[in-house]
């Protein structure tokens, strides 16, 4: 899946969705931080493929990982 997430006025006005659904992104991190796991999310938003959702925590995982790399280079 090339873009798991859709970004338009025209969808709940703006907010980040999962492509091809109307589920905001932050239901999935909503979920997560409340201790469910995945697959209920995934259970309770059927719309969203399971891919969608390990390539947004994947794309956020990578960018965590690349502050702190800019974060120790800064401090050095």
């Known amino acids: 899946m090339s873009n798991p997430v859709t ?3 025209n969808i709940q006005s703006g907010e980040p ?8 992104v932050k239901n999935l ?3 997560l931080k409340a201790g469910h ?3 209920e ?3 309770d938003f059927p ?8 390539q947004v925590i994947d794309h956020f995982e990578n960018l965590l990982n690349f502050q702190a790399i800019a974060n120790e280079k800064g401090a050095a």
Not at 17 to 24: E, G, K, L, M, S
């Open 7 to 9: 970004i338009s006025p």
């Open 47 to 54: 719309s969203v493929k399971k891919e969608q959702a390990i």
């Open 29 to 31: 991190f909503d979920y």
């Open 41 to 43: 999310f995934l259970e």
């Open 17 to 24: 969705v999962f492509t091809n659904t109307r589920v905001p």
């Open 37 to 39: 796991s995945l697959n």
